[in-house]
């Protein structure tokens, strides 16, 4: 069972809210129903909304004084510099998360993860499995979390391969920025992606146990709101995500020292680049391509590598087509 100072919280659990009027009540009561033995906070950032959002928080501090902790940001300071506030504020020996679009679904996740934790010093944090759902909370056709890790054990090794361990709602881990103020300051300087780039921070020091079942769901909203699927809705992202590994690569360098080998990521950037050109030639994706194309130091290697998979994409798409008529001819 967990044991900690009564006049410390346990687990700090981090919440960004912007726009988010039509589910911040559900993210809200899903972390109040945890049925838990031990102190946590609710530390909400909000970002000055333009709805109804921060008049509901203050109506959930009212009735919470003592759980929650709320920061009213007098001016909008976008998603990075309000991640940045709340967490120097996360207090807890632990640290949980859950974005003001998402909810919590087991009552009792707080308390798997945490004694998990307390009884496995060995790990630096836990995740789980999630399931996305639309905007109304129902299942999403055809979506799921493959981009997370489907290991039981996440490592080092899993983020060098650009894979996450869990979704933001999903993680739970020790509070170990709260006394390393150089990894503090070095991850609000980086501008990767925030579940990126502490995903990478998490594996330098530690792995990761991976809970073999859902509890929490991801709302996919594309609509609205600060959520990553809105803000970059129908954008061309590999230069971003190829800049976003060089910065990856820094700040493993500048933590611990760590040669991180992001080939195969900087590759498939200038692969996803290529064909958005292709498949949409505008000044823009070209600039992108290029840009991409001259930041990459084995140049020849790049084109080896597209070449090779604009030759074989024809075929591939054959078999696929190939293979789906013979199921159907079986069935």
Known sequence: MANHNDNIPMVSISVLAYNHEKYIRKALDSILMQKVNFLYEIVIGEDCSQDGTRDILMEYKAKYPDKIKLILNEKNLGMMENAKNVRSNCMGKYRAGCEGDDYWTDPYKLQKQIDFLENNPQFIGTVHKVEIVDEDGNPKAGFNMDMYCKDRIYTLKHAEKGIMPGQTASRVYRNILINDSTAFEALNKCKANGDIKLSLYLALNGDIYCFDEVMSHHRWVTEGGDSWSARTKNKNLNLYRFNSYIELSNLARQLKGVEMDYTAQYLGCGLGAFTALIMKPNIENLRIFTEIFWKYNRKIEMCLFIFKKCITFP?????????????????
Do not use: D, I, N, P
């Open 315 to 331: 075929f591939r798409r054959a078999k696929r087509a190939f293979q789906s008529l013979k199921g159907h001819e079986v069935a």
